[in-house]
Antibody, heavy 120, light 110 residues
Framework: QVQLVQSGSELKKPGASVKVSCKAS????????MNWVRQAPGQGLEWMGW????????TYAQGFTGRFVFSLDTSVSTAYLQISSLEAEDTAVYYC?????????????WGQGTLVTVSS | QSALTQPASVSGSPGQSITISCTGT?????????VSWYQQHPGKAPKFMIY???NRPSGVSNRFSGSKSGNTASLTISGLQAEDEADYYC??????????FGGGTQLTVL
């Protein structure tokens, strides 16, 4: 069965960096794009962008350029989200979500989420 | 890209039907049939409920249905059950090849 397992919660100081992992299993990793979605505390879902798992080409949503980097290690079927120069406003749950191949912009399977807390 | 507009909250009694609206523009909801809906229980990851406006993935109850008219999509839940109490989000593919989510709707089953 399809599973996306994300790394555990992180507590970081402002200015630090964090790297969240998303390990996929149960399907061919390079056949489905991976999306990233942010959810700030008590807020809604916000699409961050996606990465083509075949080519490694990332696409970032407005507001997620510069400090946010999507990457892959296809040898271990894992996608990564790295955030640098962390700010308090980056405190959120970050989800990876697999693209639903039949419909652009749609995701079917989600990771369990990774809480990133930025606090001094 | 502005978020799609959803009502902040809706409520209904067990057995009733409710509808959640999701309003966008001709550049997203109105321009494509790539509207999807997700259910999120507190502290959990979202769950995929509807795709391409009105299609249900395998395993999703047929009490959930979707539709669209112009720039507004809708999710209808019939025969409300206590377990349906959750937050619901719509999303749409956009003319910029991006994705936009709605602000979310909290469903309360009275």
């Amino acid at each position: 069965q399809v599973q996306l397992v994300q790394s555990g919660s992180e507590l970081k100081k402002p200015g630090a960096s964090v790297k969240v992992s998303c390990k996929a299993s149960g399907y061919t990793f390079t056949s489905y794009a991976m999306n990233w979605v942010r959810q700030a505390p008590g807020q809604g879902l916000e699409w961050m962008g996606w990465i083509n798992t075949n080519t490694g080409n990332p696409t970032y949503a407005q507001g997620f350029t510069g400090r946010f980097v999507f990457s892959l290690d296809t040898s271990v079927s894992t996608a990564y989200l790295q955030i640098s120069s962390l700010e308090a406003e980056d405190t959120a749950v970050y989800y990876c979500a697999r693209e639903f191949i039949a419909a652009p912009g749609t995701v079917d399977y989600w990771g369990q989420g990774t809480l990133v807390t930025v606090s001094s | 890209q502005s978020a799609l507009t959803q009502p902040a909250s809706v409520s209904g009694s067990p057995g009733q039907s409710i509808t959640i609206s999701c309003t966008g523009t001709s550049s997203d909801v109105g321009g494509y049939n790539y509207v999807s809906w997700y259910q999120q229980h507190p502290g959990k990851a979202p769950k995929f409920m509807i795709y391409e406006v009105s299609n249900r993935p395998s395993g999703v109850s047929n009490r959930f249905s979707g539709s669209k008219s112009g720039n507004t999509a809708s999710l209808t839940i019939s025969g409300l059950q206590a377990e349906d109490e959750a937050d619901y989000y719509c999303s749409s593919y956009t003319s910029r090849s991006t994705v936009v989510f709605g602000g979310g709707t909290q469903l309360t089953v009275l």
